[in-house]
């Protein structure tokens, strides 16, 4: 093949991408459609608890037609991190919702399923083994924090172009490097890795290297010497800024992206504008590394979350807002100084957002919100933890104070909300593999 052409046809499967865009991105008759479905950004509570990242019905409409345009044009489907984690329970929804669209549809076609979650007795024993080391979590993690966790590891592009040698039409992938997950065709094809990764970072996120950006249809081009990306809608255009700019996306190194069992160097890579709206890349070079490391994501359970959400316009309690609820805190805590919990506040319009980092957390704002978070064993002691903490706010004494009672104003009744169980992340870590595709096994099934 001279040149490969892949089509991302969004950022996020489930996130939604316009028709005509994806249309006129077919008209470029790719050799692929492929797609990541998720990151550990939305926090740790959705491999935790199994939920898939997005609705049903948003999977139900993009994989039918994303799946059905595939099967038509005779070329691969590959979907990474499947159900937003990758966990098996997010692969085997995201399976079954496949093979229901099958059989209404009557499509034929051969399908791998590959696994990204990592047993936690294998991580355990390549912490014994010393296999284990620190990615960005600032310390190692503890034999107890592995074995109460949920365990995914991002694969490579190894396990990916393993099933298109198997004749894979379709490719449901758990826990993926996400540009692995678009790079793997046209490595498959014996096309340069590096040129193929650096593509894949681009498009992995659809149309956001484009101007302006959107969760949208993103076509690459790739041959022997460098890759030309378009975007699918005739709305948008990209520029060299734009494509350099995201070539930096999610990266602490300018120049460098490591990956797994590689480096990607883009010290010389090189962005000409060859259209209004297209833009070539060259000159990104590739590097194995040894040994072969695998980035692991871990979380674990640390009890039943509840939450309470207050306006306060008071300009008294706002300027004497700390220590109130250092005051508030220790009585909270005196209060149910028998049992374990955690109890946190939130002042967004002062200094929610950023912390202590708040270059104007000084500046007394007009009005604020607080919210209140009490984590606990037991659901039940949560909820009693925030609404005695809310109750006790709202006639709550202190210097200065003008009115004893009105001072938070509720935007819903009820005023405190059970969220259920709550998560924290507990596993960030790199794990040495032997190799690529020991720890995502696969399975074959016709469909």
Not at 3 to 24: C, H, M, Q
Request: glycine share 10%; proline share 6%; with cysteine.
């Amino acid at each position: 093949m001279a040149s490969i052409t892949t089509l991302a046809p969004t950022g996020v499967l489930g996130y939604g991408f316009n028709k005509d865009s994806f249309e006129r991105g077919m008209s470029f008759n790719p050799d692929v459609i492929a797609t990541d479905a998720g990151s550990t950004d939305p926090g740790p509570y959705y491999l935790g608890s199994g939920m898939p990242r997005c609705p049903r019905v948003s999977y139900e409409r993009e994989l039918n037609t994303l799946i059905g345009t595939a099967l038509e044009r005779k070329i691969p489907f590959i979907v990474g991190t499947a159900g937003g984690t990758g966990s098996d329970t997010a692969v085997a929804w995201t399976t079954e919702i496949v093979r229901e669209l099958a059989k209404k549809n009557g499509w034929h076609f051969k399908m791998a399923v590959i696994s990204g979650q990592i047993p936690n007795q294998t991580v355990l024993k390549a912490l014994r083994e010393g296999r284990i080391s620190d990615f960005e979590a600032g310390s190692m993690p503890t034999e107890e924090e592995i074995a109460s966790s949920m365990i995914v590891a991002q694969m490579g592009h190894e396990p990916l172009v393993r099933a298109l040698e198997q004749g894979a039409q379709v490719i449901i992938a758990g826990r993926a490097c996400d540009d692995a997950v678009l790079a793997s065709m046209a490595i498959h094809k014996g096309f340069d890795p590096g040129l193929a990764i650096h593509m894949g970072k681009i498009l992995e996120c659809g149309a956001f290297c484009s101007e302006p950006f959107a969760m949208d249809t993103m076509v690459g081009i790739l041959d022997e010497t460098g890759f030309a990306l378009e975007p699918g809608s005739l709305e948008r255009k990209c520029t060299v800024a734009s494509v350099a700019g995201h070539s930096l996306y999610e990266r602490v190194d300018p120049f460098i992206q490591h990956g797994p069992g590689h480096v990607v160097d883009m010290t010389g890579s090189q962005f000409e504008q060859l259209s209004d709206r297209r833009v070539r890349v060259t000159g990104t070079k590739f590097t194995e590394t040894s040994p072969y490391k695998v980035k692991l994501e871990g979380v674990r359970a640390v009890g039943c979350r509840t939450i309470s959400i207050a306006g306060i316009r008071c300009p008294t309690l706002i300027a004497s807002l700390d220590n109130v609820l250092r005051d508030l805190r220790a009585y909270v805590e005196n209060y149910f100084r028998d049992v374990p919990f955690k109890l946190s506040f939130t002042v967004y319009g002062r200094d929610g957002v950023m912390r202590e980092l708040e270059p104007k957390r000084h500046q007394v704002p007009h009005e604020v919100a607080l919210m209140v978070e009490a984590v606990a064993d037991k659901q039940e002691l949560a909820h009693a933890i925030c609404y005695t903490t809310i109750g006790k706010l709202l006639h709550f004494s202190y210097p200065g104070v003008k009115n004893n009672a009105g001072n938070l104003a509720f935007p819903f009744s009820p005023s405190v909300f059970d969220v259920g169980e709550a998560y924290e992340f507990s596993v960030y870590h790199l794990m040495e593999v032997k190799d690529p595709c020991e720890h995502f096994p696969m399975t074959m099934e016709t469909l």
